[in-house]
T-cell receptor, first 113, second 109 residues
C-alpha cells in the first residue's frame, strides 16, 4: 500500500502559469482533502471532497479549483498562479466517518516567481 | 466560527523534563479534537484523538470543555519527541478539519 501519493514533489512556476497537482489514495477512502501549509499559519483547508462526486470549499479556496476524478484521485488546479500561492501543498484522505483519521501525502513544494 | 489556537510557535525542553503543548479552540458545538505530529522528513500523522482517551508514546491529552482546551502532555520528554505538533478540530459529523498553526517541540539532550 502506497497510501496517499502526490505528484510532483517540487514545482516552480512563473506568475500567470497554470498547473495541476495530482493526488491519489489506495485505501478506498471516501473523503479527500487539499491543504496548504505556510509558516506561522499551520495547515489551511483549500477544498475537500466528502465523497466521490462532491467537492466543497474550505477556508482558502480562492485561486484554486478541484476535481474528484474518481474515488481514488483528487486533483488541485491553479489556473493562474500568483506568488501568494507559494506554499507546501498536502493532500489527505480519510474514511469519512465520525472520529476517523486523516492520512497525509508527502507534500508538494510549489514556488511561484 | 471555529478556530484552533496554539500559542507557542517553539517549545524547547531538556530530555526528561515534562512537556505541555497548549491548544485552545473556539467552537460552539461538540468538537472532535486531535493531535497530529510531523517528524523530520516524515508525513504528518495522527498522534491521538480525544475520543480514544489513550496514551500514545507517553503523550496524553484531555479535552476540557469548560476551558475549551486540549493540551498535549508528557511527563518525561525524549529526544525523539522533537517534531512539529498540530492540534486539529473537527465539527461533529462534518468532514472539515481546522488545524492550529503548530508548535515546534525541541527536546535538548
Amino acid at each position: 500500500n502506497a497510501g496517499v501519493t502526490q505528484t510532483p514533489k517540487f514545482q516552480v512556476l512563473k506568475t500567470g502559469q497554470s498547473m495541476t497537482l495530482q493526488c491519489a489514495q489506495d485505501m478506498n477512502h471516501n473523503s479527500m482533502y487539499w491543504y496548504r501549509q505556510d509558516p506561522g499559519m499551520g495547515l489551511r483547508l483549500i477544498y475537500y471532497s466528502a465523497s466521490e462526486g462532491t467537492t466543497d470549499k474550505g477556508e482558502v479556496p480562492n485561486g484554486y479549483n478541484v476535481s474528484r476524478l474518481n474515488k481514488r484521485e483528487f486533483s488541485l488546479r491553479l489556473e493562474s498562479a500568483a506568488p501568494s500561492q507559494t506554499s507546501v501543498y498536502f493532500c489527505a484522505s480519510s474514511e469519512g466517518f465520525s472520529n476517523d483519521e486523516q492520512y497525509f501525502g508527502p507534500g508538494t513544494r510549489l514556488t511561484v516567481t | 466560527a471555529q478556530r484552533v489556537t496554539q500559542p507557542e510557535k517553539l517549545l524547547s525542553v531538556f530530555k526528561g523534563a515534562p512537556v505541555e503543548l497548549k491548544c485552545n479552540y473556539s467552537y460552539s458545538g461538540s468538537p472532535e479534537l486531535f493531535w497530529y505530529v510531523q517528524y523530520s522528513r516524515q508525513r504528518l500523522q495522527l498522534l491521538l484523538r480525544h475520543i480514544s482517551r489513550e496514551s500514545i508514546k507517553g503523550f496524553t491529552a484531555d479535552l476540557n470543555k469548560g476551558e475549551t482546551s486540549f493540551h498535549l502532555k508528557k511527563p518525561f520528554a525524549q529526544e525523539e519527541d522533537s517534531a512539529m505538533y498540530y492540534c486539529a478540530l473537527r465539527k461533529y459529523n462534518f468532514n472539515k478539519f481546522y488545524f492550529g498553526s503548530g508548535t515546534k517541540l525541541n527536546v535538548k539532550p
